[in-house]
């Protein structure tokens, strides 16, 4: 698989704009995946942290279900990974835990956010509420905090994949 990032428009209208840029950061974070075994997708940034690229991935398919299906349309399929008694469950791998598992869900739930984005306008507030603040979101605010969502693990990406292998880019 490769993976192709194309650059967001730099003079399209909004949406377009906010569209272009979270596409590019979900196309990032498959990018700094490329190439690599399930094992080196599970290797950890640096001990004591667990945080490898494939928990990365797995956290994001958590991400996207929470805003996009939990407080975007009010669906509450529940967590894919992580329990009440592992509330971080995306991060803790196993030797079971295979890259095309994750992959899969990642890309499932992605297609889920972008058909449930398409049904609202930026300024429509969100079905469901947040967590700390029971407020709802407008889908413009959902947008925003995805696409800085993806660049802060993006970063973690960036580092994470130069430890594994040496690879490194923007």
């Given at each position: 698989?490769?993976?192709?990032?194309r650059e967001p428009a730099q003079n399209?209208?909004?949406?377009?704009?906010?569209?272009?840029?979270?596409?590019?950061?979900?196309?990032?974070?498959?990018?700094?995946?490329?190439?690599?075994?399930?094992?080196?997708?599970?290797?950890?940034?640096?001990?004591?942290?667990?945080?490898?690229l494939m928990g990365l991935v797995r956290?994001?398919?958590?991400?996207?279900?929470?805003?996009?299906?939990?407080?975007l349309v009010g669906d509450d399929p529940?967590?894919?990974?992580?329990?009440?008694?592992?509330?971080?469950?995306?991060?803790?791998?196993?030797?079971?835990?295979?890259?095309?598992?994750?992959?899969?869900?990642?890309?499932?739930?992605?297609?889920?956010?972008?058909?449930?984005?398409?049904?609202?306008?930026?300024?429509?507030?969100?079905?469901?509420?947040?967590?700390?603040?029971?407020?709802?979101?407008?889908?413009?605010?959902?947008?925003?905090?995805?696409?800085?969502?993806?660049?802060?693990?993006?970063?973690?990406?960036?580092?994470?994949?130069?430890?594994?292998?040496?690879?490194?880019?923007?």
């Amino acid at each position: 698989m490769t993976t192709e990032r194309r650059e967001p428009a730099q003079n399209a209208d909004e949406r377009t704009m906010l569209e272009g840029w979270l596409e590019y950061h979900r196309q990032t974070l498959a990018w700094k995946c490329e190439g690599l075994s399930d094992a080196q997708l599970r290797i950890a940034a640096v001990e004591p942290s667990e945080l490898s690229l494939m928990g990365l991935v797995r956290h994001m398919a958590e991400v996207e279900r929470g805003w996009f299906r939990r407080v975007l349309v009010g669906d509450d399929p529940g967590p894919i990974y992580y329990t009440e008694e592992d509330p971080d469950g995306e991060f803790h791998l196993t030797e079971a835990d295979t890259w095309a598992g994750a992959y899969a869900t990642w890309q499932a739930e992605i297609a889920i956010a972008r058909s449930n984005a398409a049904g609202f306008a930026l300024d429509d507030l969100s079905k469901g509420r947040g967590r700390h603040s029971g407020e709802p979101f407008n889908l413009r605010w959902i947008y925003t905090h995805m696409i800085e969502e993806y660049a802060r693990h993006n970063g973690h990406a960036d580092l994470i994949r130069e430890r594994v292998d040496g690879a490194t880019g923007d």
